[in-house]
């Protein structure tokens, strides 16, 4: 008999459609052989399959202007299938999956996850994924800073010189020409993103090299909570000071609507000192929907709802009570995530502002 082929990962990803340019949110399931997407994680049958027999992945995909995180998935046929991640390890841990995925199946083997400890050899090319992480290390990392130019505020950025200053002095590089070659395969592979004009020209292919080592040029990391601001009323300053936390947490959950009681998927983004937990549509939109200030709130796991089915909820939904008592339902996609979204929502809501 032959067996069932093995689930690798799954979680939502937001998936553009085939025949028409809209973008919708689908749980994702990636298996030895293929993927399948739901429409909703409790449904019995996909929506469609994608074979990955013969199949190639790209990642970045940057065909889409402002949408971040998106990969590109072609199949033998040459259709292609697009997936957009929350966030960029998120995107990254996908794409080495389904990579593999399609090595071993072309070459008639099953997929098999090794060991996740480090080899004690140093690999042959640089991996810009450890590296990235490297440099958003607090206290060895690049400094995010708040800079002004051009009557404008850049928050949680750092110039195009400390990142090859970084570099030299890693050692990650010999000189700093090396350096812009390196800190370019960054930008380009959406590790570093460009603030401000001075860096946008010079990624959009307007100077001689994409990434600046210049002092006015700014970067910013995708995940940072980087914002921009210019002198204007202190109604926007109040506004932006949700944004000015570090990002603690991020991934998609299922919210409640407080009127017609439906479920939707929502992509959240908690931040610390303030504290703040912010939902966006995950198929596009810059603007968030809506923010839970969670200082003084209480956050529980939930057993049951009279308006969720059981099927829909088993030990994954959980309640935010803010401090002026609203209520907010969610559900993770397992125990274990809404275990570690209750953690850290507890966390920031004790030492955030």
Excluded at 71 to 83: G, I
Excluded at 303 to 332: G, R, S
Aim: charged share 30%.
């Amino acid at each position: 008999m032959e067996r069932e082929p093995m689930r690798i990962r799954e979680g939502y990803l937001v998936k553009k459609g085939s025949m028409f340019n809209t973008w919708k949110p689908m749980w994702v399931v990636l298996l030895e052989d293929g993927i399948e997407f739901y429409k909703r994680k409790a449904d019995n049958s996909p929506k469609g399959m994608i074979p990955l027999k013969g199949s190639s992945i790209h990642s970045p995909c940057q065909d889409f202007g402002k949408r971040m995180f998106v990969f590109k998935l072609t199949v033998a046929k040459q259709q292609d299938h697009f997936f957009q991640a929350a966030y960029l390890e998120e995107r990254d841990a996908w794409v080495r999956d389904i990579k593999k995925a399609i090595h071993h199946i072309d070459g008639g083997q099953r997929f098999a996850r090794k060991s996740t400890r480090k080899s004690i050899r140093l690999p042959e090319t640089i991996n810009l994924s450890a590296l990235y992480l490297s440099m958003k290390d607090p206290e060895k990392g690049i400094k995010e800073l708040k800079l002004e130019k051009d009557k404008r505020v850049f928050n949680h950025c750092f110039t195009g010189t400390c990142v090859i200053d970084w570099l030299v002095s890693s050692s990650s590089i010999r000189n700093r020409k090396e350096g812009l070659l390196l800190a370019s395969s960054l930008l380009s592979e959406g590790y570093l993103q460009p603030a401000g004009d001075t860096s946008k020209a010079a990624a959009e292919g307007l100077s001689d090299t994409p990434f600046l080592d210049l002092s006015d040029a700014y970067y910013y990391f995708p995940d940072s909570g980087f914002f921009c601001e210019g002198y204007s009323s202190d109604d926007d300053v109040v506004l932006k000071e949700e944004f000015r936390g570090t990002i603690v947490k991020q991934g998609c959950l299922l919210k409640q609507g407080h009127r017609r009681k439906n479920w939707k998927v929502r992509k959240f983004v908690l931040r610390d000192d303030p504290a703040y937990l912010h939902y966006y549509d995950p198929a596009g939109g810059e603007e968030p929907l809506g923010a839970i200030h969670l200082r003084g709130c209480v956050v529980t796991a939930v057993e049951d709802m009279p308006d969720t089915k059981k099927y829909d909820a088993d030990n994954v939904l959980f309640e935010i009570i803010t401090a002026n008592e609203i209520h907010y339902y969610l559900q993770a996609a397992s125990s274990t995530e809404r275990t570690e979204w209750i953690k850290a929502i507890q966390s920031v809501s004790r030492t955030g502002k």
